[in-house]
């Protein structure tokens, strides 16, 4: 761990040798405001006003219905899947924006449970195993794929990652992990939970949603099978924005899934009256795809174009110390626990602590410019975006929070809202 | 029918009495283009340019998370529904705006094929009965659904509309059919067929692609069981713009769907690990929505509001009848055979006539500024959308066709492309 930086002078000093630091400018974030949610909404990179202006005002009002072929609409959710692949670990060919996270889980368990039912030593296997602590809708979509195939399909919740080996055993065809914790931070050892369950015979399925954007991920490295993730947290595509999955060469051939839509047809506009799927990732497109929020997805990729996944790596581990011992020091004496790993291998880009008030603190914070967000029970998250999130950012973010704390001044009696 | 106006003099005069006319202010159309195919993708209303700047700069750029509750954000694809209810005589908290066709059609599809599975007298019906000459993305997520249910599910595909009443039989379990033909512009008798499907105890699927927007519809006077469309025709929402469902009350108890995700939970950020549904018609939705691309579908919405479907149609079915008079007229001689039915209880809000060399004529079209567009074999389609057509329009893209007919000036070699 870093040596604790234990004054606002020695923060700046840290910026003004930060080589991300101008990576800032490409962003358009409100004056007054500490952001620390980037893991929920990423901050607007500033080409996406004049993108979006270009795509409604003359893509759209302009060249009309030519856009689809003049300005590659119909191209987009494979050209954004090659600019994002560098950033998973993918390779070329291998990725498409499309759809949301929950229906592109739905393709790759689909996919995962179908190459599973067709293996000599695999066909009896129907369990899909995930974690409880999951991102719920995870779980709702294995749920809601295992009730429909019926004939025996369940999922198996696991309680603690301690647990989770064990609970990978002969039964079970697919593994689904987040691999870093929405809640939690933490991060799961993607490279060795994928040999893991191999070796039982099972498939595993990686969302990276908190990963893409935030920490260095090797899809291919660890030989992992399918994973998705969104666009619009750590990568900055826009709110809502579509998300992507990754469907590895090796299981191309074999990517089936119920939901074949004419965008994954082999010809398209051939308009046959039967299915018959196209090769490669294609295969994971469905319908039409919304293609203004999916033009934006590029400048939120642009901008990891100026960097390496290392280099933010390393000042994501930073801003994380630093925040952690900052609040452990200059906070000490409240009830604040740390809920993320202080282990660097095991920690996402984002610090959880529980609070007794977790939520009023948070609202308060919130009052006073410091964004992050509340989670049950009792969870203060804090999301660390090194694009944009200075040394003096985390400083300043601690020391309203330990303003707020040492005068006790937020609300108990707050009524708890909801963010996404 | 009408008379024929044979003069472009009548027509500027049919303008100027044309109470639709000023409509035309509320779109940016590009100088020097008559736009015929809104059917493919809606012009832009001006609105939508200030709309996306707002959406993009400040309730992403300056407001971030808190957009999720103080934008409405999560509302929107109901607030956005109950404004387009009752263009297709839907109820308030019947429809959603979400997802893509395809993916609302395979919910829609799921939760009839289930409903009928467990119905006492339906049980045993295996079949989805839709047409050869459906979109089709229809048949393909009716094909996904089915080989997926396996059990003896299948899709039953009919020729002509003359043999879909005899094909509505006893292994039927759900009719889907496409209200207004995506090429022939043919619009089915929506209550005779939704009265013949329930006589003979099949449920029914509209799909309303080419009808929403464009001719009067009556979900719930003609008792039809679900619906979907798209909105990035002629209802103006932008392009790839979400699409949407309609579940009637009666049904929305009953309706359940593999793809569950978390907007679709009764309470979605109490992050619970078991899918509990939410009631009413949030149970079509599945993941978090393209923010961007969703918000702009109310720019198309409102235009509709400054009029009644009822006097669109009323100047649809003249447009689409002049059409037809001035091709047939002007163009004699040329082998052009019209597709679309001449009777207007028939009739969506296109034209579609074949020529040998249609391909080769659209194109020379669309370089005179006649945008239609084409599709195999040999058909050229027009889209007549009344907010922003013109009775001088459609004199002055006839003139055009029959200077090119006349003077057979389009390069029968060129190469085919494709639009959406």
């Known amino acids: 761990m870093s040596q604790p930086i234990l004054t606002r002078v020695a923060c700046l000093a840290r910026d003004a040798q930060d080589p991300l630091a101008s990576l800032r400018e490409r962003f358009d974030l409100p004056a007054g405001v500490i952001y620390l949610d980037g893991n929920s909404l990423g901050a607007r990179p500033r080409a996406a006003l004049a993108r979006a202006q270009d795509v409604v005002a003359r893509e759209w009002g302009q060249d009309l219905i030519k856009s689809w072929n003049t300005a590659g609409w119909f191209d987009l959710p494979k050209r954004l899947g090659e600019r994002l692949a560098p950033l998973i670990g993918a390779g070329a060919g291998e990725v498409v924006v499309t759809d949301s996270t929950s229906l592109n889980l739905f393709k790759a368990l689909a996919a995962a449970v179908r190459i599973q039912a067709q293996g000599e030593h695999t066909a009896a296997r129907r369990v899909i195993v995930t974690e ?10 294995a749920e809601g794929l295992t009730k429909w195939l019926e004939r025996g399909y369940s999922v198996r919740l696991v309680d603690s990652v301690d647990e989770l080996p064990a609970a990978i055993d002969a039964d079970c065809a697919v593994v689904m992990l987040t691999h870093v914790n929405y809640r939690s931070g933490y991060q799961h050892d993607m490279a060795a939970l994928t040999r893991h369950a191999h070796a039982q015979g099972a498939l595993i399925v990686w969302d990276l949603a908190h990963s893409a954007g935030a920490v ?44 074949s839509g004419w965008w994954g047809h082999a010809q398209p506009f051939a308009m046959a009256p039967g299915f018959a799927s196209c090769d490669g990732i294609g295969r994971a497109l469905c ?30 581990l930073a801003l994380t110390d630093l925040f952690i011992d900052l609040v452990e020091s200059r906070c000490a004496g409240h009830p604040l626990v740390l809920v993320t790993p202080r282990e660097h291998a095991r920690r996402g880009s984002q610090v959880s602590f529980t609070h007794p008030h977790g939520y009023a603190v948070m609202q308060a914070l919130i009052a006073r410019g410091v964004i992050g967000d509340y989670r049950e029970p009792e969870i203060m998250r804090f999301g660390f975006t090194p694009l944009y999130t200075s040394y003096a950012d985390v400083w300043d973010a601690v020391e309203i929070l330990k303003d707020i704390l040492d005068r006790a001044d937020y609300d108990v009696a707050a009524e708890r809202g909801a963010v996404t």
Chains 1, 2 share one sequence.
């Open 132 to 141: 409880r602590s999951n991102f719920p809708t995870d779980i709702y979509m």
């Open 216 to 259: 260095p991920v090797d899809l291919n490295g660890a030989e992992a099978d399918f994973a998705v993730g969104c666009t619009y947290k750590y990568l900055n595509g826009g709110p809502g924005a579509p998300a992507f999955i990754w469907v590895p060469q090796r299981h191309q051939a074999q990517f089936q899934h119920p939901l």
């Open 287 to 316: 319908g039409t795809q919304p293609v203004v929020s999916l033009a934006l997805v590029e400048c939120g990729l642009e901008v990891f174009e100026a960097t390496t996944m290392d280099a933010i790596r390393l000042k994501s």
